[in-house]
């Protein structure tokens, strides 16, 4: 974040906005939109400082709330403190905004908190339950390391409908535009960006040509590998951006069905499907993974991808409310959740097609071990290695038999995803 000039209306403003959003009792990007659509006094910029100091509060949200003060300590004190401790604001800068009590006492009391002796889960600003989960897995060096990356704001990374047109030609036209943008290290139609530019007018999106995705989402439609008039399902769809590649992957031929047990998340894909090009899609609101259009399916699909609804912490670059609104409860309830539907969607496959279960979790309880316990009571489908699942589509991306992605080592997402193939 550039230093920007510090006025009452903003602090106040993004003072409102964190008090909502600390309620945690909706997601930290609804709530936003709805201040921000609520508040017409706020200038472009005036809402990038609150979105920021918003996100940037709950990813240091441990470290601000220590160094504020002890206590309940008000949102208008975390977004000080935060301004501060970790964007490099000076007394001078802050001194508009702040009583005399503040200047002479509180602002100097704060600065002089030491983060030296606290506990990784507090280096790291994460739940300690998280932290101690995570650190079982890495080791102190690997948390500390992927925290860093995770408390920072992720890239925009957008992919090419080759439907339209072809990413060497979609990054011409960006840089013609002005934009800042190079080719995705890894999937083949990823652009990243090297800002966060508004792109909801701009041409090649209007036309369907590019969409908004993390390269690392991309991949799993490429482990998918659906060829061309095959039936193919997305499990659970949401708003479709997979599985408007796994159409542009087929070239709009076969039949691909688009399941999920939301029809809002359904009814948002349509203007994105209808700007794509694609004429294979067919959404279908299910009530649950045992839904009666599902058992007519069985054995008759050659490709199923199950992206799993998942705790998302591999997103926390994105949405850093997840590590406070999810607990230890929710991952539990999760896995089961998890495991049926995997199974169900495993019915779905017929010999010798293929299966991917994936997931944006970092938590080995959600990725391997549900994978594990999938393999031992299904004796019919063998592991396919991500090498070998992304051979086709000549990625160069090994990460062992499961495919593992993280914002450090890849600078994506996090993401966990296993593919299968139907033996019997």
């Known amino acids: ?183 995705g290290r890894y999937s083949p139609v990823a652009i990243r960006f090297a800002d966060k530019p508004a792109l909801q007018k701009h041409p090649l999106f209007l036309d369907g040509a590019i969409e908004v995705q993390d390269e690392g989402s991309q991949l799993l439609a490429y482990m998918l590998a659906p060829k061309r008039s095959e039936m193919v399902a997305d499990f659970c769809a949401g708003a479709g951006g997979k599985t408007m590649l796994l159409g542009a992957l087929m070239r709009s031929t076969g039949r691909l069905y688009a399941f999920d047990v939301s029809e809002k998340r359904l009814a948002r894909m349509k203007p994105r499907v209808a700007r794509s090009g694609l004429s294979n899609v067919h959404p279908a609101a299910i009530a649950h993974e045992h839904d009666a259009r599902i058992k007519r399916l069985a054995g008759k699909l050659d490709r199923v991808l199950v992206d799993a609804p998942c705790s998302g912490f591999g997103t926390l670059r994105r949405n850093p409310d997840l590590k406070w609104r999810q607990t230890e409860q929710d991952v539990v309830e999760l896995t089961a959740k998890q495991a049926s539907i995997l199974a169900a969607a495993a019915s779905l496959v017929k010999p010798g097609g293929r299966l991917v279960y994936a997931t944006c979790s970092l938590l080995a309880e959600e990725n391997d071990s549900v994978v594990d316990a999938f393999l031992a009571a299904h004796p ?43 033996k019997t």
């Open 1 to 183: 974040m550039t230093i920007e000039k510090i006025t009452t209306l903003r602090l106040d403003a993004a003072t409102e906005a964190l008090t909502e959003v600390l309620r945690f009792q909706y997601p930290a990007d609804g709530v936003l939109s709805n201040f921000f659509r609520n508040d017409r006094k706020l200038g472009q910029r005036d809402r990038a400082f609150v979105a920021e100091a918003v996100y940037g509060v709950l990813r240091r949200m441990r470290r601000v709330r220590i160094a504020a003060g002890e206590g309940n300590v008000g949102p208008r004190k975390l977004v000080l403190a935060w301004l501060a401790r970790f964007e490099g604001y000076s007394l001078r800068q802050l001194e508009p905004v702040l009583s005399r009590n503040e200047i002479e006492e509180w602002f100097p009391a704060m600065k002089a908190v030491s983060f030296d002796d606290l506990s990784i889960a507090e280096r790291c600003d994460l739940p300690d339950w998280l932290a101690t989960r995570l650190q079982a897995q890495l080791g102190d060096e690997g948390l500390l390391a992927l925290a860093d990356a995770l408390n920072r704001p992720a890239p925009l990374d957008i992919r090419v409908n080759t439907m339209k047109t072809e990413r060497d030609i979609a990054l011409a036209q960006l840089k013609d535009g002005g934009f800042e943008a190079e080719a």
């Open 380 to 422: 019919q489908f063998a592991p396919l290695p991500v090498s070998e699942a992304l051979a086709g589509s000549h990625i160069a991306l090994d990460t062992g038999e499961r495919l593992r992605l993280d914002p450090v080592t890849h600078g994506t997402d996090g993401f966990f995803a296993a593919a299968f193939v139907r």
